[in-house]
Nanobody, 126 residues
Framework: QVLLVESGGGTVQAGGSLRLSCAAS????????MAWFRQAPGKERQFVAA????????DYADSVKGRFTISRDNAKNTVYLQMNNLKPEDTAVYYC???????????????????WGQGTQVTVSS
């Protein structure tokens, strides 16, 4: 059974930064693509960023490109989301997710991810 635990959320002023972490256990983390999604109140869960099983450049939603950076440390079974220049519209619960199948490319589709963390709240005040 896979367990994903997010941390690092909080409240920050607009223009500030936060770094989210997601620690994984229960599966060979280094074989799986990882992603971050977010969900604001009353809205659907939306894709934020994804990274392949071997790392490298991530895939980003247009709304966060140039401000957010996804990375992973396979030795620590952890994926990160560095968020800079935060805006009030970034306020949401942020979830990390692990793709259902190993290897392969990234995906922006929630249905391709079979395991999810409990979420961490990010609030950006104006």
């Amino acid at each position: 059974q896979v367990l994903l635990v997010e941390s690092g959320g909080g409240t920050v002023q607009a223009g500030g930064s936060l770094r989210l972490s997601c620690a994984a256990s229960g599966r060979a983390f280094s074989n799986y693509r990882m992603a971050w999604f977010r969900q604001a109140p009353g809205k659907e869960r939306q894709f934020v960023a994804a990274i392949s099983w071997i790392g490298g450049n991530g895939d980003y939603a247009d709304s966060v490109k140039g401000r957010f950076t996804i990375s992973r440390d396979n030795a620590k079974n952890t994926v990160y989301l560095q968020m800079n220049n935060l805006k009030p519209e970034d306020t949401a619960v942020y979830y990390c997710a692990m793709r259902s199948a190993p290897f392969g490319g990234t995906s922006r589709d929630t249905s391709d991810y079979g395991d999810w963390g409990q979420g961490t709240q990010v609030t950006v005040s104006s």
